[in-house]
């Protein structure tokens, strides 16, 4: 089992930044591949972004691509989530999700095992 626990979310105004945290419990975060998810209200879970285990690959949703980065940190237990350039479209509750598995299909919620309660960032025009 694994807990996980999400911060770093807020308002902010359109073009600005914020960095969203996701921290666990337990002693075995490095071997979870890691991935956020956003909801907006009336729409499904999208995908964000994906950090494997080991190499650190990282993935990204189209409409984040070269605003958004993930990244781990092994030793804080944590994994990051760097948005920039934001939009009023990025507005969401985003939530990390851990996934221990072998197979990994990184862009889907069903391929994760653990999830945060999410914190929720709201982008002002």
């Known amino acids: 089992q694994v807990q996980l626990v999400e911060s770093g979310g807020g308002l902010v105004q359109a073009g600005g930044s914020l960095r969203l945290s996701c921290v666990a419990s337990?002693?075995?975060?490095?071997?979870?591949?890691m991935g956020w998810f956003r909801q907006a209200p009336g729409k499904e879970r999208e995908f964000v972004a994906a950090?494997?285990?080991?190499?650190?690959?990282?993935y990204y949703g189209d409409s984040v691509k070269g605003r958004f980065t993930i990244s781990r940190d092994n030793a804080r237990n944590t994994v990051y989530l760097q948005m920039n350039s934001l939009k009023p479209e990025d507005t969401a509750v985003y939530s990390c999700?851990?996934?221990?598995?072998?197979?990994?299909?990184?862009?889907?919620?069903?391929?994760?095992?653990?999830w945060g309660q999410g914190t929720r960032v709201t982008v002002s025009s």
């Open positions: 950090i494997s285990r080991g190499s650190g690959s990282t």
């Open positions: 999700a851990a996934d221990p598995n072998i197979r990994w299909n990184y862009e889907r919620p069903g391929s994760y095992d653990y």
């Open positions: 337990g002693r075995t975060f490095s071997t979870y591949h």
